[in-house]
């Protein structure tokens, strides 16, 4: 259950200051001022704000670049998640100026100020801007995300089971009901935005995961929908949405995960209830 005061030994503590590398460049020094979470996974430390000074014309425009440009040149012990730099994997998901986002989309120039890092808020840490998110994996793995289909397509004879398997298609109305869903990815900014996921990230499902379930359920080549229904039907899982909407505000990729929830309590308030087990 959620604790509702911060162990001492969680309370911020005055970082390091670390001064603009030298320049042999030309151009005018362009400085921004970083201040970045720190905690080096060690039980029992304090967590620190460290500050950064960084030549601007020395990186990228975008906080990630910051970020690789403040390790590469200035402090190599700093720790954060990044693989695609273009808003395509979800590594780089941190709380950036107090706003769930990714690192690698968010310009230097839209925060006015020092710019304020910090770790997915309401998980734990593994080590500075590393947020340990295995919860919300293990609960995505729970709502099974993968297509099971009702029929086979033909397969293959002999040897090769592969050969002669066809795809099953899709009409483009049936592609577009996917429209909204697919491209999430994973980034999880929207449940660790979500206050009913802060106070039940044990139980309730949260944004990211429900809007994956939603993903399947609208498949048209996918035919466990009953059972997919059955397994969200649940006071905590699905129920602890509130529609507080502070998941879709959050969302780097503009999808809303609020209405997907909606979506799929609408599905599951048009089944039989003798059809889904448990709670309704
Ligand atoms: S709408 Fe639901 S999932 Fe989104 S932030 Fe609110 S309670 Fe969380
Ligand atoms: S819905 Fe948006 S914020 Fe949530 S995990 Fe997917 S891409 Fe990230
Ligand atoms: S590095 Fe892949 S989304 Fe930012």
Same mark, same amino acid.
């Given at each position: 259950?959620?604790?509702?005061?911060? *162990?001492?030994? @969680?309370?911020?503590?005055?970082? %390091?200051?670390?001064? +603009? !590398?030298?320049? &042999?460049?030309? $151009?005018?020094?362009?400085?921004?001022?970083?201040?970045?979470?720190?905690?080096?996974?060690?039980?029992?430390?304090?967590?620190?704000?460290?500050?950064?000074?960084?030549?601007?014309?020395?990186?990228?425009?975008?906080?990630?670049?910051?970020?690789?440009?403040?390790?590469?040149?200035?402090?190599?012990?700093?720790?954060?998640?990044?693989?695609?730099?273009?808003?395509?994997?979800?590594?780089?998901?941190?709380?950036?100026?107090?706003?769930?986002?990714?690192?690698?989309?968010? *310009?230097?120039? @839209?925060?006015?100020?020092?710019? %304020?890092?910090?770790? +997915? !808020?309401?998980? &734990?840490?593994? $080590?500075?801007?590393?947020?340990?998110?295995?919860?919300?994996?293990?609960?995505?793995?729970?709502?099974?995300?993968?297509?099971?289909?009702?029929?086979?397509?033909?397969?293959?004879?002999?040897?090769?089971?592969?050969?002669?398997?066809?795809?099953?298609?899709?009409?483009?109305?049936?592609?577009?009901?996917?429209?909204?869903?697919?491209?999430?990815?994973?980034?999880?900014?929207?449940?660790?935005?979500?206050?009913?996921?802060?106070?039940?990230?044990?139980?309730?499902?949260? *944004?990211?995961?429900?809007?994956?379930?939603?993903?399947?359920?609208?498949?048209?080549?996918?035919?466990?929908?009953? $059972?997919?229904?059955?397994?969200?039907?649940?006071?905590?899982?699905?129920?602890?949405?509130?529609?507080?909407?502070?998941?879709?505000?959050?969302?780097?990729?503009?999808?809303?995960?609020?209405?997907?929830?909606?979506?799929?309590?609408?599905?599951?308030?048009?089944?039989?209830?003798?059809?889904?087990?448990?709670?309704?």
């Amino acid at each position: 259950m959620a604790q509702l005061f911060l *162990p001492a030994n @969680s309370r911020i503590k005055r970082g %390091k200051h670390w001064a +603009l !590398p030298t320049t &042999s460049s030309a $151009k005018r020094v362009r400085v921004k001022d970083f201040k970045v979470y720190r905690w080096n996974g060690v039980k029992g430390e304090r967590p620190r704000l460290d500050r950064y000074k960084l030549d601007l014309n020395s990186c990228g425009p975008m906080v990630l670049d910051g970020l690789i440009a403040i390790k590469n040149k200035i402090d190599s012990t700093l720790t954060f998640r990044r693989s695609c730099r273009e808003g395509v994997c979800g590594s780089c998901a941190m709380n950036i100026d107090g706003t769930n986002t990714l690192a690698c989309t968010k *310009p230097m120039a @839209s925060v006015r100020g020092s710019i %304020k890092v910090y770790p +997915l !808020p309401h998980c &734990s840490v593994i $080590k500075d801007l590393v947020a340990n998110l295995d919860g919300s994996y293990r609960q995505l793995a729970t709502i099974e995300p993968w297509l099971q289909a009702a029929t086979e397509v033909g397969k293959g004879k002999g040897k090769d089971k592969s050969k002669g398997m066809r795809e099953r298609k899709q009409t483009p109305q049936a592609r577009a009901a996917l429209d909204g869903s697919y491209e999430c990815i994973l980034c999880f900014c929207c449940s660790t935005s979500c206050p009913s996921y802060w106070w039940n990230p044990d139980k309730y499902l949260g *944004p990211a995961v429900l809007l994956q379930a939603y993903r399947w359920l609208m498949d048209s080549r996918d035919g466990a929908e009953q $059972k997919r229904l059955r397994a969200l039907a649940d006071p905590f899982k699905l129920y602890r949405c509130h529609t507080i909407m502070n998941c879709t505000n959050a969302c780097p990729k503009g999808l809303n995960p609020a209405k997907a929830i909606a979506e799929i309590k609408k599905m599951v308030a048009k089944k039989p209830k003798d059809t889904l087990q448990g709670y309704l």
